[in-house]
């Protein structure tokens, strides 16, 4: 029995070696890039080479109102898990001003990226809205799991 841990134990520090070897330091600026859904992403790094804004647009085409659909975009100032090997995550909710007809989006959200080259980077989102109007839940809405890439 203990070969086969062994050989376990070594193949597993071998994938984490790997997924290590995939993530690169960023360089610094703004790399722009575009989502599954065909709409614009952009992550600005600061000089010490950490995530400084991760802005996306997507649309949450899947409701519990047969019609019901909610366009936004999402900007995270700062991701909070950012282990300095070019890799980045975070999560969190927000809530939306009024849009017409008195709505209110209740946002959450997350989020991880990975730099592989010092220009480009890919990742996940998804984002859940609960629509509100008078303080009423009308709809659920949300978006799958994206994907994006920047360069």
Request: proline share 4%; with cysteine.
């Amino acid at each position: 029995m203990r070969p086969v841990t062994a050989l376990v134990g070594a193949l597993g520090a071998l994938l984490v070696c790997a997924a290590i070897a995939l993530a690169a330091t960023p360089s610094k600026g703004l790399h722009e890039g575009m989502t599954s859904q065909n709409r614009g992403v952009d992550v600005k790094v600061g000089t010490n080479h950490h995530i400084r804004r991760f802005r996306i647009d997507w649309r949450a085409g899947k409701c519990d109102s047969p019609h019901g659909a909610w366009s936004d975009g999402t900007t995270v100032k700062n991701p909070r898990h950012q282990p300095g090997d070019g890799s980045f995550s975070d999560s969190g909710k927000y809530k939306g001003d009024p849009i017409s007809g008195g709505y209110v989006g209740h946002f959450k959200y997350s989020l991880s990226g990975t730099f592989t080259s010092a220009s480009d980077a890919h990742g996940t989102f998804s984002a859940r809205v609960r629509v509100t109007k008078n303080g009423t839940t009308v709809d659920h809405c949300h978006t799958g799991k994206l994907t994006w890439k920047v360069s």
